[in-house]
Nanobody, 116 residues
Framework: QVQLVESGGGLVQPGGSLRLSCAAS????????MSWYRQAPGKERELVAV????????NYADSVKGRFTISRDNPKNTVYLQMNSLKPEDTAVYYC?????????WGQGTQVTVSS
């Protein structure tokens, strides 16, 4: 079955960096577009970044452009989100997502807290 497991979250100071990972299994990862979303308390879940199956195209929310980078390592079935110059407003639970067989699959999320 499809499984997505995020890791790498934690507490960082403003201006700091984190690298999130999402380990995927249960589907042909190299054929799948992958996305990162985040959800802050009291807010809707929002799309942060997307990467196509071969990693040839990426897109980002305006709020993270120039600071975040999505990448993938297909032989390792893993997608990453490198987050630099973190701001308090980046605080959220971060989720990775894919769509397989017409259905959305989500990881359990990893907490990112940016605070001094």
């Amino acid at each position: 079955q499809v499984q997505l497991v995020e890791s790498g979250g934690g507490l960082v100071q403003p201006g700091g960096s984190l690298r999130l990972s999402c380990a995927a299994s249960g589907f042909t990862f190299r054929n799948a577009d992958m996305s990162w979303y985040r959800q802050a308390p009291g807010k809707e879940r929002e799309l942060v970044a997307v990467i196509t199956s071969l990693g040839r195209s990426t897109n980002y929310a305006d709020s993270v452009k120039g600071r975040f980078t999505i990448s993938r390592d297909n032989p390792k079935n893993t997608v990453y989100l490198q987050m630099n110059s973190l701001k308090p407003e980046d605080t959220a639970v971060y989720y990775c997502k894919t769509i397989q067989w017409g259905k959305a699959y989500w990881g359990q999320g990893t907490q990112v807290t940016v605070s001094s």
